[in-house]
């Protein structure tokens, strides 16, 4: 039954097919949205469009970008022969955070996980491994420490093995199944300084 008029349930819709936002949250949000001034609502919708328009993979590190190559693969300042190897965007922005990593990374944009149905082939591994034709030292490898992050690591360092290059795996003391990004700096760090040649 349509309590609200069809605009405001269309709102609702809109919302509940976000992720973590229930039935209730959605009708919040859709209400706050319709009592906002008109031109906070005209931003909060050109900046989503915008973000959508022009966010794409960088072309080196495939982590998500405004400009052809990320700031970080454009830096003279990092290494470029060791690559961080995460599962998406907000990991590396964690390792950021902690401002002691001066490498490069690869964004995988998720975990071989048999159960999900996701494969080697769906996360950004070719392009990792087309990455290392180039002069790299040592790859590390910073997935999740679940079963889908242990699975991709095993899977990865087992590719590079045959090609001589230095692999790594961040220390465990990162929590299981925890994600990376809700980790306080100093675990990660003390996970990146403890990481273990595989
Ligand atoms: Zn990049």
């Not at 973590?20 to 949000?29: E, Q, T, Y």
């Not at 009592?35 to 993979?57: C, F, G, H, S």
């Not at 995460?86 to 159960?115: C, F, Q, W």
Request: one cysteine or more; charged letters at 25%; a negative charge.
């Amino acid at each position: 039954m349509d309590y609200y008029s069809s605009q405001i349930s269309k709102l609702i819709e809109e919302f509940s097919r976000l992720p973590g936002i229930g039935p209730k949250s959605a009708a919040r949000l859709a209400f706050h949205v319709i009592n906002m001034p008109k031109e906070q609502v005209e931003q909060l919708a050109n900046t989503m469009i915008d973000a959508k328009n022009n966010v794409r993979y960088c072309k080196e590190c495939y982590t998500l970008t405004d400009q052809e190559i990320c700031p970080i693969c454009a830096s003279s300042e990092r290494d470029h022969k060791v690559i961080m190897v995460v599962e998406n965007t907000r990991d590396l922005a964690a390792y950021e955070k902690t401002g002691k990593y001066n490498g490069v990374y690869h964004v995988l944009h998720g975990a071989i996980s048999p159960m999900l149905g996701v494969g080697p082939g769906d996360i950004k591994l070719k392009e990792l491994m087309e990455r290392l034709q180039k002069d790299v030292d040592e790859v590390i490898i910073a997935t999740n420490s679940s079963l889908e992050g242990e699975t991709t690591a095993m899977y990865i360092s087992k590719l590079i093995k045959p090609t001589g290059i230095k692999v790594s795996r961040i220390a465990s003391g990162v929590p299981v199944g925890g994600d990376l990004e809700y980790i306080d700096e100093v675990t990660l760090l003390r996970a990146l300084e403890g990481r273990t040649e595989l």
